[in-house]
């Protein structure tokens, strides 16, 4: 199955992200995204679009930061955020409640492929494989989302170029 769609959303009432995303198979997967978890969620796509070896080959900080803010700008303009989410019949592998998740790791798979899991506390979890250019558009999404919720969190593509190439030299990371 691929991605067909995602949505990422402010919820007030829940003051949570409600994070909706689709797949070409007519599954439709849901989850709520806390002030916490999407913080540390950033941390760990900032070590992902690292890990991309135009970033990683450059030595300078200020090098890496410029190389990351032109990727993801230029990645981010290639998203479709015009359309809203495709409200089409869909069968729930987790259920059609959101599931709040708690923790996840990323994972490289290949020169232009990632994993980025996503899991629960207890439960099934979702394994979404993103290439360079989603991986940005996922990150613009989340950006997005978590300032029209008005949590005021730094989420800036190259906010610590220094820790992405150490933890692109580190390889897969996981956060809890």
């Excluded at 029209?148 to 800036?156: G, V």
């Amino acid at each position: 199955m691929a991605i067909h769609q995602i949505q990422i959303r402010a919820d007030e009432q829940e003051d949570r992200l409600l994070m909706r995303l689709s797949t070409t198979d007519g599954a439709e997967f849901r989850f709520w995204l806390t002030r916490r978890f999407v913080k540390q969620l950033w941390d760990m796509l900032l070590q992902m679009v690292a890990w991309d070896a135009a970033v990683a080959q450059q030595f300078d900080a200020s090098l890496r930061r410029t190389v990351l803010e032109i990727q993801h700008e230029g990645y981010s303009r290639q998203g479709d955020f015009s359309r809203g989410f495709e409200e089409a019949p869909r069968n729930f592998p987790l259920g059609e409640a959101p599931v709040l998740l708690t923790g996840g790791k990323g994972a490289r798979r290949g020169e232009d492929l990632y994993v980025l899991s996503l899991y629960p506390a207890r439960g099934q979890g979702l394994d979404i494989t993103l290439d360079t250019r989603l991986l940005h558009i996922f990150g613009k999404l989340l950006r997005d989302a978590a300032a029209s919720a008005d949590w005021a969190i730094d989420l800036a593509i190259a906010r610590a170029p220094a820790q992405a190439a150490a933890a692109a030299a580190a390889g897969p990371g996981r956060f809890n």
